[in-house]
T-cell receptor, first 115, second 109 residues
Framework: DTEVTQTPKHLVMGMTNKKSLKCEQH?????MYWYKQKAKKPPELMFVYSYEKLSINESVPSRFSPECPNSSLLNLHLHALQPEDSALYLCASSRSGLPSTDTQYFGPGTRLTVL | ELKVEQNPLFLSMQEGKNYTIYCNYSTTSDRLYWYRQDPGKSLESLFVLLSNGAVKQEGRLMASLDTKARLSTLHITAAVHDLSATYFC?????????WGAGTKLIIKP
């Protein structure tokens, strides 16, 4: 089973709202990632958790707040977003914790629209 | 800083034809990935290439790696409409993936 699941599939929120994106994997992978992807662009790395600890934060604005409650779950808390934050948010996982060059398996993504 | 260049960025072709997508990268890396993305969908891992001269094939797709030239190719043989998608190469640098811009491939029946 190489499945990463993400909820919700679609999310529309106002700039004053607080919402959360959820990602789950049951493959025993030890690294989990959040990416942001704008239309017609490659994914941009936001955060990496390795062994449930935040290992990489790519200078992401504080209105995005990641959380890793356990080895299978990854959340992305959203607050006071801007319209330019509208994008596809992808979660991925890989077998080994960092440092790792293992294949990353991606979830289906959450399409976020900020009004 | 490693940079990854793909070309072409857009390719429209007829079914049954052969074509090649190129991925150049600027500094040494020991691993290169090819991913496929359908419109509005997620990324699917196609190939991982680990060493110089590596060649992998899956159906009508074949990927190769020349680490000396810092070049990978994704060759499409006798294209079919189902292969229409955007294809990304990604190179490992400092344990992160550095992505090419993607090649949007449209295959017309």
């Amino acid at each position: 089973d190489t499945e990463v699941t993400q909820t919700p599939k679609h999310l529309v929120m106002g700039m004053t709202n607080k919402k959360s994106l959820k990602c789950e994997q049951h493959m025993g992978h030890r690294a989990m990632y959040w990416y942001k992807q704008k239309a017609k662009k490659p994914p941009e790395l936001m955060f990496v958790y390795s062994y449930e600890k935040l290992s990489i934060n790519e200078s992401v604005p504080s209105r995005f707040s990641p959380e890793c409650p356990n080895s299978s779950l990854l959340n992305l808390h959203l607050h006071a977003l801007q319209p330019e934050d509208s994008a596809l948010y992808l979660c991925a996982s890989s077998r080994s914790g960092l440092p790792s060059t293992d294949t990353q398996y991606f979830g289906p993504g959450t399409r976020l629209t900020v009004l | 800083e490693l940079k990854v260049e793909q070309n072409p960025l857009f390719l429209s072709m007829q079914e049954g034809k052969n074509y090649t997508i190129y991925c150049n990268y600027s500094t040494t890396s020991d691993r290169l990935y090819w991913y496929r993305q359908d419109p509005g969908k997620s990324l699917e891992s196609l190939f991982v290439l680990l060493s110089n001269g590596a060649v992998k094939q899956e159906g009508r797709l074949m990927a190769s790696l020349d680490t000396k030239a810092r070049l990978s190719t994704l060759h499409i043989t006798a294209a079919v409409h189902d292969l229409s998608a955007t294809y990304f190469c990604a190179v490992v640098s400092n344990y992160q993936l550095i992505w090419g811009a993607g090649t949007k491939l449209i295959i017309k029946p």
